[in-house]
C-alpha cells in the first residue's frame, strides 16, 4: 500500500482545492520542486502531480514546474502526472522529460479511441483517471457530471491495457471527510488493474481501513490536504501502511 503525496500545480505554485472549484485553491508553496524532495525527504515512494490548469484547458499549463520537478526528483521515485493531456506528443514529450507514469482522465471518457491508442503506443506508461460522484463519472476538471457509471468504464479501460486506476471521489476530494471505502471496494473488486484511491484522506484511520481491503486490489492512495495541513504525517502513515501489510502477508 503506497502512500502517494499530491503536489497540485494552478500558476506554478503547489495548491489544493476543495471538491475541484479553482477559485477556492490554497496556495502551499511557490516552490513545486522543494515540495517534492521534502516528500521525498518524509519517505515518499510515488509522486503524483496535477496540472490543475492544464485539466481546465485541455492542454499542458505547468510544463515548467513539472519539469524543476522532475529534475529535483531524478530517478529517485517514479513520478505520475495528469492533467490537460490529450494526445500522444504531449504523452511522448512527459515521457522523454522522465515521467514515469501519464493519467488519462477527460479524454479517456470523452475519446475512448485516444487511451487505446495510447496504451498501445506507450505500453506500461499510462494510468487512467476516473473522477465520480455518485457513481457518475465527471470531466473537465470536475466542471462537467457525465451519465457514464464509473465500473463499466473501468472495466472497458482495463481491456486497454492501462497499468492501473486512479479513482476519485470529488465528493470527499480536499473535504478532509474520510475516504470513500465501499465505492472504492465496488469498483477495484471485478478488476484485474490495480485501483489507487484518491479524495478524502485524512488520518491514520483511513490508513487502516485501506489496508484492510488492500485484498480487493487497492495497491495505493493519494493523499493532499491531509498532509499539508498536518493532520496526516506521510512518514508515519507509510509505515503503518508497511506494517499493516506484512501482518496480512503472514495471516
Known amino acids: 500500500m503506497l502512500i502517494i503525496p499530491a503536489i497540485d500545480l494552478k500558476d506554478g505554485n503547489c495548491v489544493r482545492l476543495r471538491q475541484g472549484e479553482m477559485e477556492g485553491a490554497t496556495v502551499f508553496s511557490d516552490d ?42 531524478g530517478t529517485d521515485i517514479p513520478v505520475q502526472l495528469g492533467g490537460g493531456i490529450r494526445d500522444l506528443e504531449t504523452i ?19 475519446v475512448p479511441g485516444f487511451l487505446h491508442e495510447a496504451c498501445d503506443a506507450f505500453p506500461g506508461h499510462i494510468m487512467v483517471g476516473l473522477d465520480a460522484k455518485g457513481g457518475k463519472v465527471a470531466v473537465n476538471g470536475w466542471s462537467k457530471l457525465t451519465g457514464h457509471e464509473v465500473g463499466d468504464l473501468a472495466k ?17 476530494d480536499g473535504m478532509m471527510s474520510g475516504v470513500n471505502i465501499p465505492a472504492t471496494v465496488e469498483l477495484a473488486r471485478p478488476l484485474r488493474v490495480p485501483v489507487i484511491a484518491s479524495g478524502g484522506v485524512t488520518n491514520l484511520d483511513d490508513v487502516r481501513a485501506l489496508c484492510a481491503v488492500s485484498g480487493e486490489g487497492i495497491t495505493g492512495t493519494i493523499t493532499g490536504r491531509a498532509i499539508y495541513e498536518g493532520t496526516l504525517d506521510l512518514r508515519a502513515a507509510q509505515d503503518l501502511a ?4 506484512a501482518k496480512s502477508r503472514q495471516c
Not at 521534502?38 to 485539466?55: E, F, K, T
Not at 508497511?242 to 501489510?245: A, G, I, K, S
Open 32 to 73: 513545486p520542486a522543494a515540495m517534492a524532495r521534502h516528500w521525498i525527504d518524509q519517505g515518499a515512494r510515488r509522486l503524483h502531480l496535477v496540472d490543475l490548469n492544464g485539466a481546465f484547458a485541455g492542454k499542458p499549463k505547468n510544463e515548467a514546474a513539472v519539469r524543476s520537478i522532475i529534475q529535483a526528483v
Open 92 to 110: 511522448e514529450r512527459y515521457l522523454d522529460l522522465g515521467l514515469t507514469y501519464v493519467i488519462i482522465g477527460t479524454a479517456a471518457v470523452k
Open 156 to 172: 472497458r479501460f482495463e481491456d486497454y491495457g492501462v497499468e492501473a486506476i486512479i479513482y476519485t471521489d470529488i465528493g470527499r
Open 242 to 245: 508497511d506494517e499493516l501489510m
